[in-house]
């Protein structure tokens, strides 16, 4: 059974950092593309960025491009996701995700950015 469990989030002011974590297992998680996608309140589901089976490529999306970092270790079967410069708007649900055969995406750890 593919499970995906995040963990990492909390209340942090406008301009601080958060580290996420997603514990993959079930799956071969070093052949799998990785990605994380959140949510806001009251809003669809937004990708975020997505890592490649190696580590290799990574991809973000234009909101958060020079402000998250995302990894992974194979060895461990985590992913990761390094929030920087946090702003309101990054206010959201995170979840980890993948596409093997179908997608599966994790209960989520919320990030909540205030003063």
């Known amino acids: 059974e593919v499970q995906l469990v995040e963990s990492g989030g909390g209340l942090v002011q406008p301009g601080g950092s958060l580290s996420l974590t997603c514990a993959a297992s079930?799956?071969?998680?070093?052949?799998?593309?990785m990605s994380w996608v959140r949510q806001a309140p009251g809003k669809g589901l937004e990708w975020v960025s997505t890592?490649?089976?190696?580590?290799?490529?990574?991809y973000y999306a234009g909101s958060v491009k020079g402000r998250f970092t995302i990894s992974r270790d194979n060895a461990k079967n985590m992913l990761y996701l390094q929030l920087n410069s946090l702003k309101p708007d990054d206010t959201a649900m995170y979840y980890c995700?993948?596409?093997?055969?179908?997608?599966?995406r994790g209960k989520g750890t919320l990030v909540t950015i205030s003063s």
């Open positions: 079930g799956f071969i998680f070093s052949i799998a593309d």
């Open positions: 995700s993948t596409n093997i055969g179908r997608d599966y």
């Open positions: 890592i490649s089976r190696d580590g290799s490529r990574t």
